[in-house]
């Protein structure tokens, strides 16, 4: 039992880093899946095996191999010299993803809880440095949490895709979009997820000791993203394709069922940020405590401190310049580690 617990929490961590705060609006699954009609659920079903394939060979390298940081495992992957190089540019995009974490955070305050853009910046990094503190114990516990939340949430999504009379729109709208495009885009979705989240995972993999927890959490965790995101275009596509145009396509599945389903929309979408952060700086701490032993001690709120001022650009601007960025290295890391052998 302890076992499969161990492997229930890890499963959980693996599905929050995954999930952040663009599948919790809606605008991913959108963009990577949903848009591209029926075919989506075949693209969606490669992207399922790909997260659990991926995740679990990542873990069990770490394991294996004794790597303990994301650095570990880049230059197990490119070599010394080029490893350094990838290194460098993963800590610069977990840098800049703990920035727009915060900024998305700060957006959730101001827009929605007409609170001060600022408050909300200083009590997520409060409420991460709190957490943080405790540490892997810490991310295991929260996503325990959070996890069982969202799937309430996409299931609330399921349910009023059900009412309505398109409800068949995820098996029946055809795809008029170039196929090659149709089928990069799993590859794509999931490069840019598990390259960031290589920032838990590899830490997580090297502290387990037994590989048989680590498949069963890679396993769970893979096939619980792959349900959320067929949960999700199911609801998305009953409402195409006018929901297409909207920011949030969530929010308009939800709209018309009040303001306490609101309210957990907005506790959903913030607690996929905040789990997204938590493991973004848990990993840099991790890597960088590694490098600079002597500032261990306030490696954690100095990393905050530079997400917070980075955060400060604001949300959308460091959204679109950032991912693009980030989108065309992960694609040679997703090559490079599924031809490594675990």
């Given amino acids: 039992m302890r076992g499969w617990f161990k492997a229930f929490q890890i499963s959980c961590t693996y599905i929050g880093t995954m999930v952040g705060a663009g599948f919790a609006s809606g605008q991913e699954i959108l963009q990577f899946f949903t848009r591209f009609g029926g075919t989506a659920v075949w693209t969606i079903g490669l992207a399922s095996a790909l997260f659990v394939w991926i995740g679990t060979k990542q873990m069990l ?49 101001s827009e929605h809880l007409h609170l001060p853009y600022q408050l909300g910046l200083i009590a997520t990094a409060g409420l991460a440095y709190g957490l943080l503190r405790s540490g892997m114990r810490g991310i295991l516990a929260i996503n325990t ?79 619980g993203i792959g349900l959320l995101l067929i ?26 069922l009040g303001p306490v389903v609101h309210s957990l929309f907005l506790i959903v979408i913030y607690s996929e940020i905040f789990t997204t952060l938590i493991a973004d700086a848990f990993g ?24 917070y001022a980075v955060s400060l650009i604001g949300f959308s601007n460091l959204v679109s ?10 694609i040679g890391w997703l090559v490079m580690l599924m031809l490594r052998r675990a």
Avoid at 84 to 95: G, N, S
Avoid at 231 to 256: C, D, K
Avoid at 295 to 306: C, K, N, S, T, V
């Fill in 231 to 256: 949960a999700a275009h199911f609801a998305l596509s009953a409402q195409m394709p006018g929901i297409g145009r909207y920011e949030i396509p969530m929010a308009i599945l939800i709209h018309r």
């Fill in 284 to 307: 840099l701490t991790h890597q960088l405590g590694r490098r600079l032993p002597a500032l261990e001690p306030i490696m954690l709120p100095a990393i905050l401190a530079i997400g």
């Fill in 145 to 223: 949490i959070t996890v069982p939340m969202m799937l309430i949430f996409i299931g609330i999504t399921v349910w009023v895709g059900l009412q309505s009379p398109n409800a068949g729109n995820w098996l029946t709208i055809p795809n008029r979009i170039d196929p090659l495009k149709v089928w990069i885009a799993p590859f794509l979705y999931v490069a840019m997820n598990m390259c960031l989240a290589q920032a838990i995972l590899v830490p997580i993999g090297h502290s387990v000791r037994d590989s048989r927890t680590i498949r069963l959490a890679g396993i769970m965790g893979g096939l």
């Fill in 321 to 330: 310049t950032l991912y693009p960025l980030f989108g065309m290295m992960s």
């Fill in 61 to 109: 390298l770490a394991h294996r191999t004794g790597s303990a940081t994301y650095e570990d495992l880049n230059r197990l992957l490119f070599g010394e010299r080029f490893g350094r190089y990838v290194t460098f540019l993963m800590t610069a995009v977990l840098f800049g993803t703990v920035g727009v974490m915060l900024a998305g955070a700060g957006s959730i305050f």
